[in-house]
């Protein structure tokens, strides 16, 4: 639970205290002297069989008749690779997490673990810690030890692998509180920074405190928040908006997504004091409808909020009037552009507008806006509670406190970390996602999404902050870390991204609308064995253009996964165009699959798995593949057991 400062004792505090005496009190209703089942209720659960597992609990419940359990719904601890994740409290005893539940092993468990005490222990999730067991001192975790911030989360699964390392703020109780009851948010310290800043009435005190944090924007660039505030409250417009920010799209991003189906609650709050901070008294939420269950929460959240006279008009009798409401985006990544989103909330097309005027000036109907996204505002009450000063002591000199990544790819241990913004590459995927996965090479590692870069093995020891990626070429940006191995083609992974952002463009300004279409047909050209040397340098050229002259950060930022590409694996790119193959094996106009008669005994099993039947031969006798019909399926490799067929 996150320890705050001060006292309380005027209006605003005093009804606060009511409220949460009251949320205890329902809670002891349900609570008290029971078993506690928690089992993950976030998408990424809900894919993995969560809904199946609930359904099993609920039968065993009704058949064993027994009354002193209580099943509890809890969001997204992070270990996307393990789930479904269990984990059974009783009084007096150490918390027991499962992994990777099913059917079969909830009701293994249930009869073994509830009604005969004996917990199964095959199928914990624990093991040991390397980073506390090797005693391993970094920076990152010499900021863990000695931050005075605390966490119910890091209590409760701080000892586990994967978690050990993280320093979790922004996710503090994901995977702790039931999202959809907000008496958990009020036992966790829920509402009580708005409290506080209610209580001290000075908008001031707020900016200062966010100023002294050192919090930077969580969604892209990292722009300081509080000189994006400043900016709104210099207006001296009367009529402001705060928008939050949660079109997530990224590919392999689900940060946002995450927090707000775990944490709804801590959004919401952020929100309160963002929009007391700046003087706004309307705000929304802008949430892709890709996202059902993290709108549904969202609104239900907001829902139980006015229903306790947490929004609405004077607030906890503050005199205070806020209100919220949700805005649904049709998935155009383009959105998640600050003046584009703020032209499709209006119901216009969502196109980027020519800035300045910038947003916090001239925003939402003409009037002061400011857009701060999920992550950011999970971190407000934090700093509220702790203080800014104390809140800075994590992270770097220039940008204070935690950054969420989600880590997909090549990697052994897949999910949400959060760690300290300085932590190294080498440290995030190694120490907390345990290396690379089947322990392959590592090649390289992509971050910020479509608008990053790809940061080549060699550069490992990079720390991670907004400064240090862009040198590299690349950018934090909301928080996609992708791990590649040395089975990845970085041509292709350039192709990928470069296909996304040329379908995703607007098509408003030529540079990124013609620019990434004429990048595209080069990389088309190239992954299909056409490309030349000049193709090379044309694209860079290009691609400095687009970068150049596009109108929003869109256009400005896609080049960046083909220049570092370029830079740092531009052996790979005159393979494709020289030699005409792809190292990788992964481009398929430039593989080919051929028999080995010595190896092949005829046993026709490429033959009959052939979706073209290009591959002919007697049975017992060795096969051959007509190249000219081959589509390079890949299904021969798949299916050969001798190690007949080659892939060059």
């Not at 993950?40 to 199946?52: Q, R, Y």
């Not at 106009?589 to 979706?611: D, M």
Request: hydrophobic fraction near 35%; glycine fraction near 10%.
């Amino acid at each position: 639970m996150v320890e705050s400062r001060g006292s309380m004792d005027n209006l605003s505090e005093k009804n606060y205290k009511l409220l949460y005496e009251k949320a205890l009190m329902e809670l002891k209703k349900i609570e008290t002297n029971k078993i506690q089942i928690q089992v993950g209720s976030a998408t990424c659960e809900h894919a993995a069989g969560a809904e199946d597992v609930l359904d099993e609990l609920k039968k065993e419940l009704a058949t064993s008749k027994r009354n002193d359990i209580y099943l509890k719904r809890v969001g997204c601890t992070g270990r996307c690779s393990l789930e479904p994740i269990v984990s059974i409290i009783e009084a007096n005893k150490p918390a027991v997490t499962y992994k990777q539940v099913d059917r079969k092993k909830i009701h293994e468990i249930f009869i073994s673990h509830i009604l005969e005490g004996k917990p199964v222990e095959k199928y914990f999730l624990n093991g040991s810690c390397r980073i506390l067991d090797s005693h391993k001192k970094t920076a990152a975790q010499a900021q863990l030890e000695s931050q005075t911030i605390t966490h119910d989360f890091f209590e409760f699964y701080g000892q586990l692998p994967f978690y050990c390392f993280q320093s979790r703020v922004a996710l503090r109780n994901s995977g702790l509180l039931d999202p959809e009851s907000i008496y958990e948010y009020f036992k966790y310290s829920g509402f009580k920074s708005l409290a506080a800043v209610l209580s001290k009435n000075d908008p001031e005190s707020v900016v200062k405190e966010i100023a002294d944090a050192k919090l930077r924007g969580r969604g892209g660039a990292g722009f300081p928040t509080a000189t994006k505030w400043t900016f709104a409250i210099k207006t001296g417009s009367n009529e402001k908006y705060m928008i939050c920010n949660a079109d997530e799209g990224d590919p392999g991003a689900f940060m946002d997504r995450s927090m707000l189906e775990s944490d709804p609650f801590s959004i919401i709050e952020g929100m309160m004091i963002a929009g007391f901070a700046i003087g706004a008294k309307n705000g929304f939420f802008y949430i892709r409808a890709e996202y059902p269950l993290a709108v549904t929460r969202i609104e239900h959240a907001i829902e139980e909020c006015y229903k306790i006279g947490l929004l609405g008009k004077n607030i906890l009798g503050s005199g205070f009037d806020y209100d919220l409401e949700v805005r649904l985006g049709a998935g155009a990544f383009v959105c998640g552009e600050e003046t584009a989103l703020i032209n499709s909330i209006e119901g216009r097309r969502g196109q980027p507008r020519i800035r300045p005027p910038f947003p916090a000036v001239c925003g939402l109907w003409g009037k002061p806006t400011i857009i701060n996204n999920v992550e950011t505002l999970a971190n407000i009450p934090v700093i509220i509670s702790v203080g800014g000063k104390q809140f800075s002591k994590i992270g770097t000199a220039k940008s204070g406190g935690t950054k969420v990544f989600a880590v997909s790819g090549k990697v052994k241990h897949t999910g949400l970390v959060e760690v300290p913004i300085g932590i190294t590459l080498k440290e995030l995927v190694y120490d907390i996602c345990g290396g690379v996965l089947n322990d392959k090479k590592l090649k390289a590692v992509q971050t910020g999404g479509p608008a990053g870069g790809c940061i080549p093995a060699s550069l490992m020891d990079t720390v991670v902050d907004y400064e240090s990626l862009v040198e590299l070429g690349s950018i934090m940006g909301s928080g996609g870390l992708i791990v590649l191995d040395e089975d990845d083609c970085m041509v292709n992974l350039a192709h990928f991204f470069m296909s996304f952002t040329q379908f995703e463009s607007c098509g408003k300004c030529t540079p990124c609308r013609e620019g990434t279409l004429r990048m595209l047909e080069i990389l088309d050209r190239i992954i299909g064995g056409k490309g030349t040397e000049e193709d090379l340098v044309n694209l860079e050229r290009l691609a400095r253009v687009v970068q150049k002259s596009s109108l929003c950060g869109l256009g400005r930022s896609a080049p960046n996964p083909v220049l570092t590409t370029l830079k740092y694996f531009r052996d790979e790119y005159i393979a494709h165009v020289k030699d005409k193959k792809c190292p990788a094996k992964q481009c398929l106009a430039l593989i080919t699959y051929e028999i080995n008669s010595e190896k092949c005994v005829g046993c026709t099993a490429c033959a009959r798995n052939c979706p073209v039947n290009c591959i002919a031969g007697e049975r017992k006798k060795p096969h051959v593949i007509d190249q000219s019909r081959c589509i390079k399926c890949g299904r021969c490799f798949e299916v050969c057991q001798f190690d007949a067929v080659n892939k060059s």
